[in-house]
């Protein structure tokens, strides 16, 4: 069986196909299925975000991570299904009304689910309705709006107001971020935190949440 760590490495690296070859291996062998996801895919997830915010990997290196972070769990899903494992918190994501970019959204999916949370993700263009169904018929404890033009940002105000409205705004964490937006302007259209990076995201949302910290790699 191939070292563990090689498995952070791949995902690190970029390498989905020897990433899924590790991961086929490991689980072969018997390996625990959540040992590959909390000790070496997430850790390694969090590590490109990490190299992402330092400007030392850049989109298409971070959107390599995530696709070989995904390749390998998609081995692993199934199993933690069939165990009736949950997830550390289910999230949902769009980008709001309007505003059709989502490599941002994209990424920041890929970290949070690297990170043991289950993602729903609405899309693009998302509308507040859609926003408030979506609370409704999903429960998550957590919704997270992305735009990526100054000339959207304004949806995501208007989408906690018609939370507000609907009355689903105190079942929520609200969670915003893209290029535009910054922290005083999540503080002004009433949202609970900004993520302004991936691994920050991550970060928020745990904090959001309340749950534990990141699990950091083995020995490291």
């Known amino acids: 069986m191939a070292e563990l760590s090689k498995l952070y490495d791949a995902v690190l690296a970029g390498n989905a196909a020897e990433a899924k070859a590790i991961t086929q291996e490991a689980l072969a062998a018997g390996v625990e299925p959540m040992r590959l996801v909390n000790d070496f895919m997430s850790p390694a997830m969090g590590?490109?975000?990490?190299?992402?915010?330092?400007?030392?990997?850049?989109?298409?290196?971070?959107?390599?991570?995530?696709?070989?972070?995904?390749t390998a769990l998609a081995l692993i899903r199934p199993?933690?299904?069939?165990?009736?494992?949950?997830?550390?918190?289910?999230i949902v994501l769009g980008t709001v009304k309007g505003d059709l970019h989502d490599i941002g959204k994209n990424i920041v999916a890929a970290v949070l689910e690297g990170g043991g949370f289950e993602v729903i993700d609405l899309?693009?263009?998302?509308?507040?309705?859609?926003?408030?169904?979506?609370?409704?018929?999903?429960r998550p404890g957590l919704v997270g709006m992305s735009a990526l033009l100054t000339t959207t940002m304004l949806a995501m105000k208007e989408t906690i107001e018609t939370m507000r409205r609907a009355g689903v705004r105190e079942q929520v964490k609200v969670l915003v971020g893209g290029a535009p937006v910054t922290r005083s302007f999540a503080e002004e259209i009433g949202a609970d935190d900004f993520a302004g990076s991936a691994a920050d995201g991550l970060r928020a949302a745990k904090r959001l949440l309340d749950i534990a910290p990141f699990i950091q790699r083995a020995g490291s």
């Open 79 to 90: 199993l933690l299904a069939n165990r009736e494992t949950r997830s550390i918190g289910r």
């Open 47 to 70: 590590e490109a975000g990490r190299r992402f915010e330092a400007e030392e990997y850049f989109v298409p290196q971070l959107m390599l991570s995530a696709r070989a972070m995904k």
């Open 123 to 138: 899309g693009v263009g998302v509308t507040p309705e859609q926003f408030v169904q979506a609370i409704r018929d999903k």
